[in-house]
């Protein structure tokens, strides 16, 4: 297998992060849009999801929780996802299985994510650019809160 490759649309990224969660026993980490997230919820990642928890794995995830993916979120945390909320990220996404396999990209000025969208994704086997990811991503978490301390507050606010 190539170290890395490019890839240069949403829904071939979501493909490889799919590949990625099929291939993993133990951990995955997780930061995109919540568009994103959307689109990976209809690809099938929600059913491959609870399989990799229901079989011990872990799956934590970063996503700004909305009232228009309250619902999805719901969903995943039911079923064994540790998801946190922060608006802070928006541009970036990264998706990395046990510390081995990656897939990353950063897309300046995208708001809305479709499956054609543009994009610049890198996936790669390197577990040093695995880390790397990771380091980010735990810096990102702990700076989130969870995605049920965030759907109270919306459901406070007068949400679903």
Do not use: C
Request: hydrophobic share 40%; aromatic share 8%; net charge negative.
């Amino acid at each position: 297998m190539p170290s890395g490759f490019i890839i240069h649309n949403v829904k071939d990224a979501l493909a490889a992060a799919l590949g990625i969660l099929e291939s993993q026993q133990k951990e995955v980490a997780w930061l995109i849009p919540p568009s994103v997230h959307s689109l990976a919820t209809t690809l099938g990642f929600f059913e491959a999801m609870r399989t990799f928890v229901k079989q011990g794995g872990v799956s934590r995830g970063i996503v700004s929780v909305s009232r228009e993916n309250i619902d999805e979120i719901r969903m995943s945390v039911e079923s064994g996802e540790d998801i946190r909320h922060s608006d802070a990220i928006h541009e970036l996404f990264m998706y990395v299985g046990d510390k081995q396999q990656s897939v990353s990209s950063i897309n300046i000025g995208v708001e809305e994510y479709t499956l054609d969208t543009p994009v610049i994704a890198f996936w790669s086997e390197s577990p040093t650019y695995a880390e790397y990811l990771l380091t980010s991503f735990e810096s990102a978490w702990s700076q989130a809160v969870p995605a049920a301390q965030r759907i109270e507050e919306l459901l406070a606010q007068g949400g679903e």
